[in-house]
Nanobody, 129 residues
């Protein structure tokens, strides 16, 4: 497993932007598929975005496509989530997750939290005026 630490969450006004970071240690991220999930109060943890281990392919839930961008810098062992045009419904704790590349047999596996075996502690994003 790899240790993950998220950062960058804070209070932001609707329409604003944030960039979340997920720093990894213990293993190099280059062999891992990476994902971001979020959990709002009283709700289940939901998929937000993912990126393949090589960085060539990205995946998004419909509600954030066109507003959020996931990227990775394997040299820095870090994954990012750029969030633009934020809405109050984006308010949640955001979690970074990593899964070994052999856990992702096809693209659909990136949407499933069970494909990931390492999780960060989460960072709070609050969108409010």
């Amino acid at each position: 497993q790899v240790q993950l630490v998220e950062s960058g969450g804070r209070l932001v006004q609707p329409g604003g932007s944030l960039r979340l970071s997920c720093a990894a240690s213990g293993r190099t991220l280059s062999s891992y598929g990476m994902g971001w999930f979020r959990q709002a109060p009283g709700k289940e943890r939901d998929f937000v975005a993912a990126i393949s281990w090589g960085g060539a392919t990205t995946y998004y839930t419909d509600s954030v496509r066109g507003r959020f961008t996931i990227s990775r810098d394997n040299a820095k062992n870090t994954v990012y989530l750029q969030m633009n045009s934020l809405k109050p419904e984006d308010t949640a704790v955001y979690y970074c997750a990593a899964g070994p590349r052999n856990a992702f047999r096809n693209g659909s596996y990136y949407y499933n939290s069970a494909s990931y075996d390492s999780w960060g502690q989460g960072t709070q994003v609050t969108v409010s005026s």
